[in-house]
């Protein structure tokens, strides 16, 4: 079965970095694009980016051009989300979800259970 | 850039009371490339339609997509109690907006 697994919560302080780990299984990882979707505490869902597991690239929300960065280790079927200069407002649980089906498109069908990161002086 | 506005922000029900739930965007949506996701507390968000009206693999019938080009509906025709929660609209076109949310909560 088709599964995205986080990494851990994350505590950092104002400036710092943080990465974020998403392990896929149970499908051909290089067929699908990752998503990163974030969700600050008692907000809506935003979403900041996606890469083509195949070829690496990526592509970014304005918002967080600059600042983040998606990368993929093909060998362990992982994903990664560096955000830096980290802020206060940057508090939020972070998400992968898989894009797009075989048949037809079907948008983020599968997600990664969350990981929170917080910061905080 | 797309812009979807759900309104109102909360919507309050009995269970077994039928719910209809609005998306509107700014332009219109390409290839009806609009999904509907409901979201627990403390759960990720699960996918329930996308293309506008096509149920997500396991979810229930009571749960129906329509709508196209800039407005866009969800209804939920009996609600159970495990329906209360969060719904999202999402444009999957040339981007990746989400909409604010809508709230249904039990009267």
């Known amino acids: 079965q088709v599964q995205l697994v986080q990494s851990g919560a994350e505590a950092k302080k104002p400036g710092a970095a943080v990465r974020v780990s998403c392990k896929a299984s149970?499908?051909?990882?290089?067929?699908?694009?990752i998503h990163w979707v974030r969700q600050a505490p008692g907000h809506g869902l935003e979403w900041m980016g996606k890469v083509n597991p195949s070829s690496g690239s990526t592509s970014y929300a304005q918002k967080f051009q600059g600042r983040v960065n998606l990368t993929r280790d093909a060998s362990t079927s992982t994903l990664y989300m560096d955000l830096t200069s980290l802020t206060f407002e940057d508090t939020a649980v972070y998400f992968c979800?898989?894009?797009?089906?075989?048949?037809?498109?079907?948008?983020?069908?599968?997600w990664g259970q969350g990981t929170l990161v917080t910061v905080s002086s | 850039e797309i812009v979807l506005t759900q309104s109102p922000g909360t919507l309050s029900f009995s269970p077994g009371e039928r719910a209809t739930l609005s998306c509107r965007a700014s332009q219109r949506v390409s290839s009806n490339y609009l999904a509907w996701y409901q979201q627990r507390p403390g759960q990720a968000p699960r996918l329930l339609i996308y293309?506008?009206?096509t149920r997500a693999t396991g979810v229930p019938d009571r749960f129906t997509g329509s709508g196209s080009g800039t407005d866009f509906t969800l209804s939920i025709s009996r609600l159970e109690p495990e329906d209360f929660a969060v719904y999202y609209c999402q444009q999957y076109g040339n981007s990746f907006i989400f909409g604010g949310g809508t709230k249904v909560d039990i009267k």
């Open positions: 149970g499908y051909t990882f290089t067929r699908y694009f």
């Open positions: 979800a898989r894009f797009g089906g075989l048949a037809a498109v079907i948008p983020f069908e599968y």
């Open positions: 293309g506008a009206s």
